[in-house]
Nanobody, 117 residues
């Protein structure tokens, strides 16, 4: 069992930046999938960025070039650096992890990101 806890959300103006963190309860070294999803009001949860395996990353077209996913295996932590934020980035952001490629087995509780002036 892996427990995930997100932090770093908040209110930011358009064009600003935020960095989300996801702390895992155990070692993330052997996890195949680690990623970030988001869900806006009235919309389905969507993939934002993920590690496909230990080194390869995948980004949604809407965030490519603005968001960067990274991980620190020594700290068992996943990050999402978000830059040039837009109002349409407003959503609850969830951290996910799993034992198979692109398959989330575990979810965090979510952290709210609001982009507004």
């Amino acid at each position: 069992q892996v427990r995930l806890v997100e932090s770093g959300g908040g209110l930011v103006q358009p064009g600003g930046s935020l960095k989300l963190s996801c702390a895992a309860s155990g070692s993330i070294l052997s996890l195949i999938h680690m990623g970030w999803y988001r869900q806006a009001p009235g919309k389905q949860r969507e993939l934002v960025a993920a590690f496909i395996n230990s080194g390869t990353t995948n980004y949604a077209d809407s965030v490519a070039g603005r968001f960067t996913i990274s991980r620190d295996n020594a700290k068992n932590t996943l990050y999402l650096q978000m830059s040039r934020l837009k109002p349409e980035d407003t959503a609850v952001y969830y951290c996910s992890a799993g034992w198979r490629v692109a398959v989330p087995d575990y979810w965090g509780q979510g952290t709210q990101v609001t982009v507004s002036s």
